[in-house]
């Protein structure tokens, strides 16, 4: 059965956080396949302080959330639904799940986790309300009282469309991303090893707010000789990153130190052709791992292999292609 025959006029409820306007991409290309998609933040407000609260200690916004839920759950225009979708569940209670539950009896509960659990403590109590479970973290998907069905991410088709031409690439090494944990000393460590051999680097640094980036820079000693104009404090524009992207030899991955499951931008290199240097070690155990096109680099010891910027990307199989764009993704969650 084809995509089109099974979302055209199905009736699909969305939850997503928002990130990078991942969630409306997925609603779009739901609806590109004939699906009737309504779509809404995951949580209550998209603020600092909204987003700090609910990873910390979520009830102390316990009644902007039910208000939020409720609203919501009143106000329904396509009554009853076929599917209720939600990726990275986090500031919705179990109360209000159930709620959704007892007001969508006879739609299919679907999660996908593209976070690892050890970063969403309150995830766990809400599991049960769901039929289908996936992650993109396989250490989660091993823990059988979870329930998880190991899923990795997917890329769009934008990136599927990049026109790469390494021998006219204009930049070597290229990065984009938020400036979280020890991302940046480690950024600097790779950029002087690239400098030496004479590469050229394209690092896009981003801080969510200057508050934060103030804030690292009083009380973290990595920032203290920092300028501000060293990052950036509005998101990339997905036409820019491709642009990016496009220009490029290389692209620079690096997980966040918890994290085991690979990034978002991890498997649109895949669809990209894209050469990739990261510091996650499961790559290896991926099916489109190829040392020719990926070079594992230790976050303790980051060393570049200047053989590895000479060196060609090599095609992998029109399966592997399919299985992690976003067709392959959704065929696969439903």
């Avoid at 090494?173 to 944990?181: I, M, Q």
Wanted: hydrophobic share 35%; charged share 30%.
């Amino acid at each position: 059965m084809g995509l089109k025959d099974r979302f055209n006029n199905k009736k699909i409820l969305l939850f997503s956080p928002q990130f990078f306007g991942y969630g409306h991409e997925i609603g779009n290309k739901l609806r590109d396949y004939g699906a009737l998609v309504d779509y809404f933040d995951e949580r209550p407000g998209n603020d600092f302080m909204t987003k700090a609260i609910i990873r910390v200690n979520k009830s102390l916004l316990s009644k902007k959330i039910d208000k939020y839920y409720n609203t919501i759950i009143k106000n329904l225009v396509h009554g009853k639904y076929d599917f209720v979708l939600f990726l990275n569940a986090e500031a919705i209670s179990e109360k209000n799940l159930g709620l959704l539950r007892e007001n969508q009896p006879n739609a299919k509960f679907i999660l996908y986790m593209w976070d690892s659990l050890k970063n969403k403590k309150y995830t766990i109590d809400l599991l049960p309300h769901f039929d289908l479970k996936h992650t993109f973290d396989k250490e989660d998907s091993l823990d059988q009282s979870y329930g998880f069905r190991f899923r990795p991410l997917f890329f769009l088709d934008a990136y599927k469309n990049i026109q790469s031409q390494p021998d006219q690439a204009k930049i070597d090494l290229l990065f984009v991303g938020t400036v979280h944990s020890d991302r940046y000393p480690l950024l600097m460590a790779i950029k002087e090893k690239c400098m030496a051999l004479g590469k050229s680097v394209d690092y896009f640094m981003f801080f969510q707010s200057k508050k934060i980036y103030y804030a690292q820079k009083a009380t973290n000693r990595v920032f203290r000789n920092t300028k501000i104009s060293d990052f950036e404090f509005t998101p990339l524009k997905k036409e820019d990153l491709i642009r990016k992207i496009e220009n490029c030899n290389i692209v620079l991955d690096i997980q966040h130190p918890s994290q085991k499951g690979l990034t978002m931008r991890t498997i649109e290199m895949v669809g990209a052709r894209k050469k990739m240097i990261t510091t996650n070690k499961e790559i290896m155990g991926y099916d489109f791992y190829n040392p020719n096109n990926i070079y594992y680099l230790d976050r303790d010891n980051p060393e570049v292999d200047p053989a590895f910027f000479e060196t060609p990307y090599i095609d992998l199989e029109t399966d592997i292609y399919h299985k992690y764009s976003i067709d392959g993704w959704l065929e696969e969650l439903f």
